[in-house]
């Protein structure tokens, strides 16, 4: 995972994957036969699975058309020890299903049924997406780019059990999010986007999208382990690997894997050896499933964020590997990650699975794909030339968009910012590493990251993005968004408690002697419920915290017992802290202690309603914590 983002806010919803600088060429490098690829994957991979982070793993490595490669390691089972077998061990993929999805609707622009650039309302026919933007409408192509502009859309879209999943229609429709961004501006990692994409196929040929990907895709590739259906067939599911997550040093299985989004990847499941097919159609000008331009036309580059950093082509990703132009994707849910790459000018592709989530300090995708890509296909490095740059206006926490404005999930942002200071040498210092200009509001970091930026009409940057995050973008914050303001917030609260405490222990001492009119002794019951209703939302925040991939996996289902407490405990606190401002006028009115006391009390009452509003930025009061069905 990409080291700006932490494993929380990204395992469940998209890869993050290295760009490389490769070493300087020193021989020629190895031909890319079954043997050596073999020998490649046989020394790297074994090391990482017995008595590892993950439990098993399935490589398909394809080229000139023909498979060149598959392999499977560790086991699929670890209660049984069953092998990985990389013809007939089912994976989830999760979001590389995409490519399907954008394969699925380039078939049906072939036919003349559908547009990229046509209003998607003109396909709809049982709902309409709402005219937030007036002339702007979205398509096809901005819904294939992550660029239609929704909302995140996280919060009840998985599911356990695939008998529980919705029919496509009813999700796109009760769960359409509203439109935060005009289409086309910015590229923001959108699941829902590709979903009502695979949702406007099967409205224009009438056929659940599951069936027409299968008739349409699989059985012309022969990719028969292939399936979107959930439940898929027994014959396919009798060959499923368990997704384990790490849990006190042993793997634990985990569940979460279907969901509601089929077309952006829950409940899909695939073999590596059906992804060589799939790979070898791509590259092969569409292996009958696509015209050669229609195919090549999906791996061109359709959007970028910038223009000297990779960009996004019809739901492939382009990315620079050593060098080497690549358009790939990668997909993650509870227990699985995948990872597939095109090396279309070298006739290559390389897929990669695995049924683990490892201990959070591995990218296995992302170092296997550069290895592999330093052994076969060296390129030698270029040194930036240097740039004088110009850092005035860049500085600033920037945090990114892809999350939710409109529910719980938006308290994700917190580990998703990113802080940007200026160095007096004109470097930046980016979330703890420096940055060198190599651009007009280009930087380059050592490991030969860029950083970009795009400013606003007054000259201040707007956006920051990054050239290994192709659809992420992170957005400038303003003063009263800013995490760290909300820490301050925090302290004040907790500075606040301790106070708190101590007057309510003195007034416990000093009520032996003189009882204190009712009023001010509810008051000081207000701010006490106030305090433990707050501390009972921190202490279940924690133990959430505390289990990692049960927390994901809950936040996908749509909130559990656990994580209602947060928002109804935050809910309580609110109804007190409303109480206490009225009893703050009231002590001042009717005397009630002295005036230090007074103070005191309306000091801790702001620092309450500060709290609550910072809870209320996060959409964390309210209860419970549900999606919209």
Same mark, same amino acid.
């Given at each position: 995972?990409?080291?700006?983002?932490?494993?929380?806010?990204?395992?469940?919803?998209?890869?993050?994957?290295?760009?490389?600088?490769?070493?300087?060429?020193?021989?020629?490098?190895?031909?890319?036969?079954?043997?050596?690829?073999?020998?490649?994957?046989?020394?790297?991979?074994?090391?990482?699975?017995?008595?590892?982070?993950?439990?098993?793993?399935?490589?398909?490595?394809?080229?000139?058309? @023909?498979?060149?490669? *598959?392999?499977?390691?560790?086991?699929?089972?670890?209660?049984?020890?069953?092998?990985?077998?990389?013809?007939?061990?089912?994976?989830?993929?999760?979001? %590389?299903?995409?490519?399907?999805?954008?394969?699925?609707?380039?078939?049906?622009?072939?036919?003349?049924?559908?547009?990229?650039?046509?209003? %998607?309302?003109?396909?709809?026919?049982?709902?309409?997406?709402?005219?937030?933007?007036?002339?702007?409408?979205? *398509?096809?192509?901005?819904?294939?780019?992550?660029?239609?502009?929704?909302?995140?859309?996280?919060?009840?879209?998985?599911?356990?059990?695939?008998?529980?999943?919705?029919?496509?229609?009813?999700?796109?429709?009760?769960?359409?999010?509203?439109?935060?961004?005009?289409?086309?501006?910015?590229?923001?990692?959108?699941?829902?986007?590709?979903?009502?994409?695979?949702?406007?196929?099967?409205?224009?040929?009438?056929?659940?999208?599951?069936?027409?990907?299968?008739?349409?895709?699989?059985?012309?590739?022969?990719?028969?382990?292939?399936?979107?259906?959930?439940?898929?067939?027994?014959?396919?599911?009798?060959?499923?690997?368990?997704?384990?997550?790490?849990?006190?040093?042993?793997?634990?299985?985990?569940?979460?894997?279907?969901?509601?989004?089929?077309?952006?990847?829950?409940? *899909?499941?695939?073999?590596?050896?059906?992804?060589?097919?799939?790979?070898?159609?791509?590259?092969?000008?569409?292996?009958?499933?696509?015209?050669?331009?229609?195919?090549?036309?999906?791996?061109?580059?359709?959007?970028?964020?910038?223009?000297?950093?990779?960009?996004?082509?019809?739901?492939?990703?382009?990315?620079?590997?050593?060098?080497?132009?690549?358009?790939?994707?990668?997909?993650?849910?509870?227990?699985?990650?995948?990872?597939?790459?095109?090396?279309?000018?070298?006739?290559?592709?390389?897929?990669?699975?695995?049924?683990?989530?490892?201990?959070?300090?591995?990218?296995?995708?992302?170092?296997?794909? *550069?290895?592999?890509?330093?052994?076969?296909?060296?390129?030698?490095?270029?040194?930036?030339?240097?740039?004088?740059?110009?850092?005035?206006?860049?500085?600033?926490?920037?945090?990114?968009?892809?999350?939710?404005?409109?529910?719980?999930?938006?308290?994700?942002?917190?580990?998703?910012?990113?802080?940007?200071?200026?160095?007096?040498?004109?470097?930046?210092?980016?979330?703890? @590493?420096?940055?060198?200009?190599?651009?007009?509001?280009?930087?380059?970091?050592?490991?030969?990251?860029?950083?970009?930026?795009?400013?606003?009409?007054?000259?201040?940057?707007?956006?920051?993005?990054?050239?290994?995050?192709?659809?992420?973008?992170?957005?400038?914050?303003?003063?009263?968004?800013?995490?760290?303001?909300?820490?301050?917030?925090?302290?004040?609260?907790?500075?606040?408690?301790?106070?708190?405490?101590?007057?309510?222990?003195?007034?416990?001492?000093?009520?032996?002697?003189?009882?204190?009119?009712?009023?001010?002794?509810?008051?000081?019951?207000?701010?006490?419920?106030?305090?433990?209703?707050?501390?009972?939302?921190?202490?279940?925040?924690?133990?959430?915290?505390?289990?990692?991939?049960?927390?994901?996996?809950?936040?996908?289902?749509?909130?559990?017992?656990?994580?209602?407490?947060?928002?109804?405990?935050?809910?309580?606190?609110?109804?007190?802290?409303?109480?206490?401002?009225?009893?703050?006028?009231?002590?001042?009115?009717?005397?009630?202690?002295?005036?230090?006391?007074?103070?005191?009390?309306?000091?801790?009452?702001?620092?309450?309603?500060?709290?609550?509003?910072?809870?209320?930025?996060?959409?964390?009061?309210?209860?419970?914590?549900?999606?919209?069905?």
């Amino acid at each position: 995972m990409s080291k700006r983002i932490p494993a929380l806010a990204l395992a469940a919803l998209s890869a993050a994957l290295v760009v490389a600088v490769p070493a300087p060429v020193s021989a020629a490098p190895p031909e890319l036969t079954a043997a050596n690829v073999a020998a490649f994957f046989d020394e790297r991979l074994p090391p990482l699975l017995d008595g590892g982070p993950m439990p098993g793993a399935a490589v398909s490595v394809v080229s000139g058309g @023909e498979q060149v490669f *598959t392999g499977g390691y560790g086991v699929a089972d670890v209660g049984t020890g069953e092998p990985v077998d990389p013809e007939r061990t089912a994976f989830f993929i999760a979001s %590389v299903t995409k490519l399907f999805t954008g394969t699925a609707v380039m078939q049906q622009v072939e036919r003349g049924v559908l547009d990229l650039d046509t209003d %998607v309302n003109d396909y709809l026919t049982t709902f309409q997406i709402p005219d937030t933007y007036p002339g702007e409408p979205i *398509t096809l192509r901005h819904l294939l780019t992550h660029t239609a502009g929704f909302d995140g859309l996280v919060l009840g879209i998985g599911a356990s059990d695939p008998a529980d999943v919705i029919p496509l229609g009813e999700y796109v429709e009760k769960f359409l999010p509203d439109r935060v961004r005009p289409p086309g501006e910015v590229s923001s990692y959108d699941n829902f986007a590709v979903s009502l994409a695979g949702y406007v196929v099967e409205a224009v040929t009438g056929t659940p999208f599951a069936d027409q990907v299968r008739d349409h895709l699989f059985t012309p590739l022969g990719m028969t382990a292939t399936s979107l259906a959930q439940p898929a067939p027994a014959e396919i599911t009798d060959a499923l690997a368990r997704g384990y997550t790490p849990v006190d040093g042993k793997q634990a299985e985990i569940g979460g894997q279907y969901g509601f989004d089929a077309p952006a990847g829950a409940g *899909t499941i695939s073999t590596a050896a059906d992804m060589g097919r799939f790979m070898i159609a791509h590259l092969d000008g569409g292996g009958g499933v696509l015209a050669p331009a229609t195919a090549a036309m999906m791996h061109q580059r359709q959007f970028g964020n910038h223009p000297a950093m990779p960009g996004l082509g019809l739901n492939f990703m382009e990315q620079n590997l050593g060098g080497n132009r690549v358009v790939e994707h990668g997909g993650d849910s509870p227990g699985f990650h995948s990872g597939l790459w095109l090396f279309p000018e070298r006739d290559t592709g390389v897929f990669v699975t695995y049924n683990g989530d490892g201990d959070g300090t591995t990218d296995l995708r992302g170092e296997l794909i *550069t290895a592999f890509t330093e052994h076969f296909f060296p390129t030698p490095a270029e040194a930036p030339a240097p740039f004088p740059g110009d850092s005035e206006g860049l500085a600033g926490t920037y945090q990114i968009a892809r999350m939710s404005r409109t529910d719980a999930t938006r308290v994700l942002t917190v580990i998703t910012t990113v802080t940007v200071a200026t160095k007096d040498d004109g470097t930046l210092d980016i979330a703890g @590493e420096t940055y060198s200009p190599v651009g007009e509001d280009l930087y380059r970091a050592a490991d030969g990251v860029l950083a970009g930026f795009r400013r606003d009409a007054e000259g201040q940057a707007a956006y920051l993005f990054f050239s290994d995050q192709q659809a992420e973008t992170y957005e400038r914050l303003a003063w009263y968004a800013d995490p760290g303001l909300h820490l301050v917030v925090l302290a004040a609260l907790a500075l606040a408690l301790l106070s708190t405490v101590w007057w309510l222990f003195s007034a416990l001492r000093r009520r032996r002697e003189a009882p204190a009119p009712l009023g001010a002794r509810l008051a000081r019951i207000t701010v006490a419920v106030f305090f433990a209703a707050v501390l009972g939302a921190v202490v279940t925040a924690i133990q959430a915290a505390g289990d990692e991939a049960a927390t994901i996996v809950a936040v996908l289902e749509g909130g559990s017992a656990l994580l209602n407490r947060i928002p109804a405990l935050l809910t309580a606190a609110a109804l007190a802290g409303a109480a206490a401002v009225v009893f703050a006028v009231l002590a001042w009115r009717r005397g009630w202690w002295t005036r230090p006391l007074r103070v005191h009390y309306g000091l801790v009452v702001l620092c309450a309603l500060a709290f609550l509003a910072v809870a209320g930025y996060y959409q964390l009061l309210g209860w419970p914590v549900t999606a919209r069905l």
